[in-house]
T-cell receptor, first 116, second 114 residues
């Protein structure tokens, strides 16, 4: 079983709909992230959280919100989806105490979202 | 924000060939990382580099941290079909920290012809 699990894996929705992408992890890591991947643009950080009470905006947070319900769960919401939010979304975790592996992220399998 | 440019954007090579790709930045980084994304999966860390000039290998993969600290290179020797995927470089200004301090490159898509 995957250590970082994302649901749904694929979703097609319409403009204006509210969408939630969920992420759960069994790695026991405190730090969790949401990234967006677009062809030719690489991975861009949307939001990140270092513990349950901590939420921080990333590079491209406009149009998105997040909730850290527990150490193991971090969800991403699009309150009113628009077509340019069509992308592949990744949840990731990291462990700051992991010596010699600074910068290592553990990614989920991705959630492909299409907004019509 | 900072930008990392990867080249080439995509490569189509024959099985058994060696592959080279690079990543350049307008800013200095103190940590360079290379990730691989298999089709339908999330990226996985291949190699991490922490010192300018450092050369590190992981099986058929070899990565180098450029002397100027503004670039990094990844080489794959004797490519095989499972090397297919997207390779991302990532740079980090500090020596510690989480994903919030990483800047990812634009990716190099590798396709291997049998």
């Amino acid at each position: 079983d995957a250590d970082v699990t994302q649901t749904p894996r694929n979703r097609i929705t319409k403009t204006g709909k509210r969408i939630m992408l969920e992420c759960s992890q069994t790695k026991g890591h405190d730090r969790m992230y949401w990234y967006r991947q677009d062809p030719g643009l690489g991975l861009r950080l949307i939001y990140y959280s270092f513990d349950v009470k901590d939420i921080n905006k990333g590079e491209i947070s406009d149009g998105y919100s997040v909730s850290r319900q527990a150490q193991a769960k971090f969800s991403l919401s699009l309150e009113s989806a628009i077509p340019n939010q069509t992308a592949l979304y990744f949840c990731a975790t990291s462990d700051p105490g992991r010596a010699g592996a600074s910068g290592e992220l553990f990614f989920g399998e991705g959630s492909r979202l299409t907004v019509l | 924000g900072q930008q990392l440019n990867q080249s080439p954007q995509s490569m189509f090579i024959q099985e058994g060939e060696d592959v080279s790709m690079n990543c350049t930045s307008s800013s200095i980084f103190n940590t360079w990382l290379w990730y691989k994304q298999d089709p339908g999966e999330g990226p996985v860390l291949l190699i991490a580099l922490y010192k300018a000039g450092e050369l590190t290998s992981n099986g058929r993969l070899t990565a180098q941290f450029g002397i100027t600290r503004k670039d990094s290179f990844l080489n794959i020797s004797a490519s095989i079909p499972s090397d297919v995927g997207i390779y991302f470089c990532a740079g980090q200004v500090g020596f510690t920290g989480g994903g919030n301090k990483l800047t990812f490159g634009t990716g190099t898509q590798l396709k291997v012809e049998l």
